[in-house]
């Protein structure tokens, strides 16, 4: 649970932590096919890929934009910064585990970047500035989007629901 009384960065980053906590849940516990299985016809959509996705997402906002660094997508194919869309489809010889330390790993880079900007410091998108809190503000809501995709898939595996 996030602090009920902080300032905007504790409020921010652990609402970010919280989001990113949940989905962490969503797929505890699953098999490997379990977290393969798409949420329902046509949607292609699965925990693992709903992972990869969002690890891509972290790598995206955190690194390319925050810090300017110049880095290739997570499990390949091509990256354009201003598609929501990246990241979902993982190759079949690419396990859960993969993703997930993947997905860790660059949790933890953000993290690292976070903590040595300033709520204010802007990165480069879209040809303009944005700033650290409003990437927080924006990887809050992303999460929160995907943790209801995620919690449908869960619910529909295995009746699990719920944080």
């Keep these: 649970m996030p602090p009920l009384t902080a300032d905007?960065?504790?409020?921010?980053?652990?609402?970010?932590?919280?989001?990113r906590a949940t989905?962490?849940?969503?797929?505890?516990?699953?098999?490997?096919?379990?977290?393969?299985?798409?949420a329902v016809a046509p949607s292609p959509l699965t925990l693992l890929g709903?992972?990869?996705?969002?690890?891509e997402v972290e790598r995206n906002w955190f690194r390319r934009v925050l810090t300017g660094e110049r880095v290739s997508t997570i499990f390949g194919g091509d990256h354009d910064p201003e598609s929501p869309d990246g990241g979902f489809d993982v190759p079949?010889?690419?396990?859960?585990?993969?993703v997930r330390e993947a997905w860790e790993a660059e949790v933890a880079r953000a993290r690292e970047?976070?903590?040595?900007?300033?709520?204010?410091?802007?990165?480069?998108f879209g040809g303009g500035a944005v700033s650290l809190r409003w990437i927080l503000v924006h990887m809050i809501g992303?999460?929160?989007?995907?943790?209801?995709?995620?919690?449908?898939?869960r619910e529909r595996i295995d009746g699990v629901t719920g944080v």
Excluded at 93 to 98: I, K, L, Y
């Design 142 to 153: 992303e999460y929160a989007r995907h943790n209801g995709h995620a919690d449908l898939i």
């Design 50 to 55: 709903l992972t990869a996705h969002l690890a």
């Design 113 to 124: 970047n976070c903590a040595a900007h300033a709520l204010d410091d802007t990165g480069s």
């Design 8 to 19: 905007d960065r504790a409020t921010l980053e652990s609402w970010l932590d919280f989001q």
């Design 92 to 98: 079949d010889e690419v396990s859960f585990t993969t």
């Design 23 to 38: 989905l962490a849940v969503k797929c505890a516990g699953l098999t490997e096919a379990q977290l393969r299985d798409e």
